[in-house]
C-alpha cells in the first residue's frame, strides 16, 4: 500500500508568526524583501514567485509563513503603525507648553518616515490592495496620529498659542502630512543628516500653524 502524503503545515498569519528565533528571523527577512520588491515594481507587479526567489525559499514554503500575497502586505503595514505607538506614548498631552510637545511629536514623525520610506510610501500606493476586513486594523492604528496631533493642537488653542479660530482637524491632518511626506524626498546619502532635517521641518510646521490667523 502506497503511503498516505504528509499533511500541509497549515499557512503562518502575519500576526501570529512562529515563535522561534529561527522563524522569527525568517519572517522578519520576508517582510524586508516583499517591502523592497513592492517598493521598487510596485504590489500589483511583484508575484510570490518573485519573493520566494528573493528569500532563498521554494514558494509552496513562503506560504508556510503567509497565506497571500495580500495578507503579506498586510504584514508590512501594520507594522509600520505598531512601531510607531511609542512615540504617542511619549506625548505629555497635559503639558503647558503644547507648542513644543507638538514639534516633539511632528519631529519623531519625520524622523519615522525617513527611516520607514519604503513602507510608508508602500503604504501611500498599495493601501487598497489590503483585504477589506483588515484595512479597517490599519486605518484605526493610523487614525491614533491624528487623534494625537489634534489633541496637543487643541490644548495650544486652549493655552491661547494657537488662534480659535483653527480647525484642529484640518490642521492635524494638514501637518501629519507634511511631517511624513519626508520619504517621498528624503536621501539618506544627501548633504543634510536626518535628524536636522527632522528638526528644521517640525520647526516649520509648528510656527507656520501658530502664526496662521484664518
Given at each position: 500500500?502506497?503511503?498516505?502524503?504528509?499533511?500541509?503545515?497549515?499557512?503562518?498569519?502575519?500576526?501570529?508568526?512562529?515563535?522561534?528565533?529561527?522563524?522569527?528571523?525568517?519572517?522578519?527577512?520576508?517582510?524586508?524583501?516583499?517591502?523592497?520588491?513592492?517598493?521598487?515594481?510596485?504590489?500589483?507587479?511583484?508575484?510570490?514567485?518573485?519573493?520566494?526567489?528573493?528569500?532563498?525559499?521554494?514558494?509552496?514554503?513562503?506560504?508556510?509563513?503567509?497565506?497571500?500575497?495580500?495578507?503579506?502586505?498586510?504584514?508590512?503595514?501594520?507594522?509600520?503603525?505598531?512601531?510607531g505607538?511609542?512615540?504617542?506614548?511619549?506625548?505629555?498631552?497635559?503639558?503647558?507648553?503644547?507648542?513644543?510637545?507638538l514639534?516633539?511629536?511632528?519631529?519623531?514623525?519625520?524622523?519615522?518616515?525617513?527611516?520607514?520610506?519604503?513602507?510608508?510610501?508602500?503604504?501611500l500606493?498599495?493601501?487598497?490592495?489590503?483585504?477589506?476586513?483588515?484595512?479597517?486594523?490599519?486605518?484605526?492604528?493610523r487614525?491614533?496620529?491624528?487623534?494625537?496631533?489634534?489633541?496637543?493642537?487643541?490644548?495650544?488653542?486652549?493655552?491661547?498659542?494657537?488662534?480659535?479660530?483653527?480647525?484642529a482637524?484640518?490642521?492635524?491632518?494638514?501637518?501629519?502630512?507634511?511631517?511624513?511626506?519626508?520619504?517621498?524626498?528624503?536621501?539618506?546619502?544627501?548633504?543634510?543628516?536626518?535628524?536636522?532635517?527632522?528638526?528644521?521641518?517640525?520647526?516649520i510646521?509648528?510656527?507656520?500653524?501658530?502664526?496662521?490667523?484664518?
Amino acid at each position: 500500500m502506497a503511503a498516505s502524503a504528509p499533511k500541509a503545515t497549515a499557512p503562518i498569519s502575519p500576526k501570529r508568526p512562529r515563535k522561534s528565533a529561527k522563524s522569527i528571523e525568517r519572517w522578519n527577512q520576508i517582510l524586508d524583501v516583499a517591502t523592497r520588491l513592492f517598493r521598487e515594481k510596485g504590489f500589483a507587479a511583484t508575484s510570490m514567485q518573485d519573493v520566494s526567489d528573493e528569500v532563498g525559499l521554494l514558494k509552496g514554503s513562503l506560504y508556510y509563513y503567509v497565506r497571500s500575497k495580500e495578507d503579506l502586505l498586510f504584514g508590512i503595514l501594520r507594522d509600520l503603525h505598531e512601531n510607531g505607538e511609542e512615540i504617542i506614548a511619549a506625548i505629555d498631552f497635559d503639558s503647558t507648553e503644547p507648542l513644543k510637545e507638538l514639534e516633539r511629536f511632528l519631529l519623531q514623525i519625520v524622523l519615522y518616515a525617513g527611516e520607514h520610506a519604503d513602507r510608508l510610501a508602500i503604504f501611500l500606493r498599495d493601501f487598497t490592495f489590503v483585504p477589506q476586513d483588515k484595512q479597517s486594523e490599519i486605518i484605526k492604528e493610523r487614525d491614533m496620529y491624528t487623534h494625537a496631533c489634534e489633541r496637543l493642537i487643541e490644548r495650544a488653542i486652549k493655552m491661547k498659542q494657537i488662534s480659535r479660530k483653527v480647525n484642529a482637524r484640518i490642521a492635524a491632518n494638514a501637518l501629519l502630512r507634511g511631517a511624513s511626506s519626508t520619504h517621498e524626498w528624503y536621501r539618506a546619502d544627501g548633504p543634510m543628516k536626518l535628524k536636522d532635517i527632522a528638526d528644521q521641518v517640525a520647526g516649520i510646521l509648528v510656527r507656520g500653524v501658530a502664526n496662521y490667523t484664518p
